[in-house]
């Protein structure tokens, strides 16, 4: 079956813009998670939700970041006024109930 | 905070030696430790995931062990090639490590 997909695979941003981040987990996947992975570094955690709720949020950097996943499917991330320490790959993962992450293949963005 | 911790974080082997990565983590109430490769500028692909109710898991050349009690994992990976050279992680649900950088020299 389809495995995780995000979009846009890349993102050229200005500084100040607000960029939006897409992830559709693999279908029936009650848990999905953001991570940050900047390069050379392991993903660092973001935000996890299980089903609609936000049940962790403690890993985004500041209150410009925002995700949600108001139908418990696909989720968007959402970076406002972004900043130049916010280039990156974000990655998305979803999974079944505390069992095996399936990643998808990130979003690079670049912030100008 | 659970903390992940990777060891070594690189390292060069020739091609057909046994390695084995090290990942330890500090609070052993966990779900479970999931260990993926990172090609450069690529996703995660996962190879094992262990439960907190097991003790190893095998796929092909690769065998994870999972120690609660200590707070480590080790992945063993037999007879290395050359198209192993990847970046390994482990992760405990979400705290990741940094990572090994594994080279596998023909």
């Known amino acids: 079956g389809a495995g995780v997909s995000q979009s846009p695979r890349y993102k050229v941003a200005k500084r100040g813009q607000d960029v939006a981040l897409r992830c559709d987990p693999i279908?029936?996947?009650?848990?999905l998670f953001w991570y940050q992975q900047a390069l050379g570094q392991g993903p660092e955690f973001l935000t996890y939700?299980?089903?609609?709720?936000?049940?962790?949020k403690s890993g985004l950097p500041s209150d410009r970041f925002f995700a949600e996943r108001p139908e418990g499917s696909v989720s968007t991330l959402k970076i406002q006024r972004t900043q130049q320490e916010d280039s990156a790959v974000y990655l998305c993962?979803?999974?079944?109930?505390?069992?095996?992450?399936?990643f998808g293949p990130g979003t690079r963005l670049t912030v100008l | 905070k659970q903390e992940v911790t990777q060891i070594p974080a690189a390292l060069s082997v020739p091609e057909g030696e046994n390695l084995v990565l090290n990942c330890s983590f500090t609070?052993?109430?966990?779900?479970?430790l999931q260990w993926f490769r990172q090609d450069p500028g690529k996703g995660l692909t996962s190879l094992l995931l262990?439960?907190?109710?097991?003790r190893e898991q095998t796929s092909g050349r690769l065998n994870a062990s999972l120690d609660k009690s200590s707070g480590r994992s080790t992945l063993y990976i037999a007879a290395s090639q050359p198209g192993d050279s990847a970046t390994y992680l482990c992760?405990?649900?979400?705290?990741f490590g940094k990572g090994t950088m594994l080279l596998v020299s023909p």
């Open positions: 992760a405990v649900r979400a705290p």
């Open positions: 609070d052993s109430a966990i779900y479970n």
């Open positions: 279908s029936g996947h009650v848990s």
């Open positions: 993962a979803s999974s079944t109930y505390n069992n095996e992450q399936f």
């Open positions: 262990i439960q907190s109710s097991q």
């Open positions: 939700f299980q089903n609609e709720a936000q049940l962790d």
